[in-house]
């Protein structure tokens, strides 16, 4: 099978996939829970422009489930969209509570260094994903691979990220918790970024929307 007839089936794989309104009210209420200690721990500061950050992310993901439901479920290269955005909105608010971590624990020089560290991760990040990619499609084969369920794998891991923060957090003094916060959020916030790819794969789609004939 040629590169070409590979690139089409990787930018199919989660078109027969359908997202639910439960599920959809589920994803939502997660990033709301998400979100909620972010928002306190803004207002508690007064840090308005992060507080607006924080709450975005909740926001677009409602408006983009309120736009691509169909029938009370989101289908087809809407719902391939639909996952890319809602995988980039927990990353946002992941990556932004790690972030404000930072800005918390230090200041001047030291702070900035690390930032732009945390900015170059992220494209690191990317770039891995983009080789991900141009593997999967080289090795691609007549399997069927879906995306469903990503959200319980995340879910698992957090919630052993936590138990086992917990666990520390027993011996630690406020320093080291909030590092291992920031260590959690980022973790968080790189696998979630995966959604990006869905994204690009919806953008390839509309631009190349004679494959969609192809498998109909």
């Avoid at 099978?1 to 939502?28: A, D, F, P, R, W």
């Avoid at 989101?74 to 809602?86: F, Q």
């Avoid at 990353?91 to 260094?113: K, Q, V």
Wanted: hydrophobic share 50%.
């Amino acid at each position: 099978m040629s590169k070409q007839e590979n690139l089409k089936k990787v930018m199919l794989l989660g078109i027969e996939n359908t997202t639910s309104l439960k599920e959809c009210i589920k994803y939502e209420i997660m990033l709301i829970f998400v979100s909620i200690p972010l928002i306190v721990f803004n207002i508690v500061l007064k840090k308005y422009i992060f507080l607006t950050l924080s709450i975005l992310p909740a926001i677009l993901h409602l408006l983009c489930a309120v736009k691509f439901m169909s029938g009370r479920k989101i289908e087809g290269i809407r719902e391939i969209l639909y996952s890319g955005i809602s995988l980039c909105c927990l990353s946002f608010i992941s990556g932004l509570g790690g972030i404000e971590i930072l800005i918390y624990l230090l200041e001047g020089t030291e702070r900035i260094i690390m930032i732009s560290m945390v900015c170059v991760s992220y494209v690191l990040v990317l770039k891995f994903y983009k080789y991900i990619v141009g593997k999967q499609i080289d090795k691609m084969s007549e399997s069927k691979t879906t995306q469903k369920g990503i959200w319980m794998p995340l879910a698992s891991c957090g919630a052993l990220g936590m138990s086992t923060a917990r666990i520390f957090a027993k011996d630690a003094d406020n320093g080291t918790i909030l590092v291992m916060l920031f260590i959690c959020c980022m973790i968080i916030s790189y696998v979630c970024l995966f959604g990006i790819i869905n994204i690009y794969k919806y953008r390839y789609i509309m631009k190349h929307k004679e494959i969609l004939d192809e498998i109909r």
